[in-house]
Nanobody
Framework: QVQLVESGGGLVQPGGSLRLSCAASGSIFINYAMAWYRQAPGKQRELVARHSRSSSTNYADSVKGRFTISRDYAKNTVYLHMNNLKADDTAVYYC??????????????WGQGTQVTVSS
């Protein structure tokens, strides 16, 4: 059974930091790219960062220089390190396991989501 379990969300002040974690089933972690998406109220879900199987990474322009995605193969866990958080980063953050669909990645599996709220 495929499982993606996120943790680490919470309330943080502007300028603060958080680290999100996503623990994945072993077979998924090895065979898929791992990504973080987010969805704010009234907005579409958007890609935040992706870590491919070849260890390349890509980020949304809005988070470049502030967020870092990393992957620990020993723990089957992907992390999202978030620094200098802004109110616009407030959203539910989802972990996903993505496969290459020929033209773009397709998210095959999703976690349950974790809330990140940036507010003073």
């Amino acid at each position: 059974q495929v499982q993606l379990v996120e943790s680490g969300g919470g309330l943080v002040q502007p300028g603060g930091s958080l680290r999100l974690s996503c623990a994945a089933s072993g077979s998924i972690f090895i065979n898929y790219a791992m990504a973080w998406y987010r969805q704010a109220p009234g907005k579409q879900r958007e890609l935040v960062a992706r870590h491919s199987r070849s260890s390349s990474t890509n980020y949304a322009d809005s988070v470049k220089g502030r967020f870092t995605i990393s992957r620990d193969y020993a723990k089957n866990t992907v992390y999202l390190h978030m620094n200098n958080l802004k109110a616009d980063d407030t959203a539910v953050y989802y972990c996903s396991a993505d496969r290459w669909g020929g033209r773009d990645y397709v998210a095959d599996y999703w976690g349950q989501g974790t809330q990140v709220t940036v507010s003073s």
